[in-house]
């Protein structure tokens, strides 16, 4: 429950289940003879044997970054050749299907790499598919719509209202079978919903981030510690402190008078929570990835013994290629975030609704050759992904794709506020949370007060205990 409340997902080798482990990639669970099998108390590490249960580990991303140091491309041309081959291999072969297949498409680098190299290989039109949304704000199917037309895809968009949308959300303990907190759940449910009335089989563009380094901490991260690096730790609490003493609406009337900006406020109270007690920038990463910061102070007071155990994420380092702090957030992410978090996320929304989803950027050899490539072709001139896209350039103009990175993300915290208040306020009903005896109500109400306010937007850290508190109603 502690890693979940840090992640938003129970990281493996753990689940929420008493006595149950997750197989952690790349691992082989054998079991000889036929006695019965006790589980152990703690989860087995590979390599390991508990009586006739033995875990092997056939397969390391820790060996492919050591490999990839020793052998980097040097030439671009040889590096973007490579990859290029590679990437239309693991489409082709993941493309082999006896039932109806097509593509999510998202409009961004990802997505539209692996539509463009399926389309260049078959003879007629892949069947793409994206979801819109009605909030102000929250749709980009147009984006996709616009590559989807340069390709020459059949596509299809899926427009969805906030009804629709929420009403996901009932189901959300079910689909996961544990607590889950990514709230881009709901969006990637409902496209999976989408595809699957065309199609069995749906690539998705999930892993480029990871492989190509693509997500905004690896620009701004270093940045940032740049500029507050230097300082004392009591300094950056203090101006973390600072940060976040001026309300979020102050905030982003003084933007919205001075630059036209728009509701910087919850961004400026984020980074002022990140940087405090914060060492290096190591600890600036494991601040960006954990929700609940002290998620020990979460518990009920019945719980002060519990210990927070250890993730996949305090394991030893690999020797080399990850000495670069940029490095290091790229490999963490693709070890915890992207299979229990991000692929996770995809599987179970797909398989709620029988959709077979596949992840060509995951293929182990451009995964290989992704890890051959020196950090200055993944991101360079502050963008990431900087190889990925010379490749989809050949394909897609530059114009079509050039724009700020967004997740996939819905108003979750505005419907909490409204048409979602009586559910969330079922859940977080200070009496129910005592019953159940997992979490501490005070700290919850109190964030879960200032959220309804507007005083602050919380909506992640409250998210996080709905869809626990929702799971524990469904299993109870």
Request: a neutral charge; one cysteine or more.
């Amino acid at each position: 429950l502690t890693l979940y409340l840090r992640h938003v997902y129970v990281p493996a080798p753990w689940s929420i289940y008493e006595g149950i482990f997750k197989l952690e990639p790349g691992c082989l669970l054998q079991i000889q003879g036929g006695e019965k099998i006790s589980p152990p108390k703690e989860p087995l590490r590979a390599p390991a044997k508990l009586g006739n249960v033995r875990l092997r580990r056939w397969w390391a991303l820790s060996d492919v970054v050591e490999a990839g140091a020793r052998s980097q491309f040097a030439d671009e041309g040889e590096a973007l050749g490579d990859l290029e081959a590679r990437l239309k291999s693991a489409v082709k072969d993941q493309s082999l299907a006896d039932v109806p297949l097509g593509a999510c498409l998202s409009g961004g680098v990802d997505s539209s790499a692996i539509v463009a190299m399926l389309q260049q290989q078959v003879s007629r039109p892949v069947r793409t598919f994206t979801v819109g949304f009605e909030e102000a704000g929250f749709d980009e199917s147009g984006h996709a719509r616009a590559v989807a037309r340069h390709l020459g895809t059949d596509h299809t968009d899926l427009f969805v209202t906030s009804a629709e949308s929420r009403a996901v959300i009932p189901h959300l303990p079910r689909m996961y079978d544990e607590p889950f907190g990514d709230s881009s759940q709901i969006p990637t449910h409902l496209v999976c919903k989408a595809a699957r009335q065309h199609v069995t089989v749906a690539l998705s563009g999930d892993g480029g981030d990871e492989m190509f380094g693509g997500y905004n901490r690896y620009l701004w991260a270093p940045r940032i510690w740049r500029k507050i690096g230097w300082a004392s730790i009591r300094f950056r609490d203090l101006l973390g402190a600072a940060m976040t003493a001026v309300p979020e609406k102050t905030l982003d009337g003084l933007a919205r008078i001075a630059s036209g900006v728009t509701r910087p406020g919850v961004n400026v109270h984020k980074l002022g929570e990140r940087i405090k007690q914060t060492g290096s920038l190591d600890d600036l990463y494991r601040s960006l990835v954990s929700e609940w910061r002290q998620p020990l102070d979460l518990l009920s007071p019945s719980n002060e013994s519990i210990v927070e155990p250890d993730s996949l994420l305090a394991d030893r380092l690999p020797r080399s290629g990850v000495d670069d702090a940029v490095l290091r957030m790229m490999y963490w992410d693709s070890i915890s975030y992207l299979p229990d978090d991000i692929l996770c996320k995809v599987d179970r929304a797909a398989m709620a609704v029988s959709l077979e989803t596949r992840v060509p950027f995951l293929d182990h050899r451009l995964v290989e050759a992704a890890w051959r490539l020196p950090l200055s072709m993944r991101v360079r001139d502050g963008q990431g992904k900087w190889a990925l896209r010379q490749l989809l350039y050949k394909h897609v103009p530059r114009e079509l794709i050039e724009r700020p990175k967004a997740g996939f993300a819905i108003p979750v915290g505005e419907w909490i506020r409204g048409p979602l208040n009586e559910w969330a306020e079922d859940l977080l009903d200070e009496g129910t949370l005592r019953a159940a005896g997992y979490l501490d109500p005070i700290p919850i109400r109190r964030i879960w007060k200032e959220h309804k306010s507007g005083r602050r937007d919380w909506t992640p850290k409250i998210w996080s205990v709905l869809m626990f508190q929702s799971w524990l109603a469904e299993n109870s």
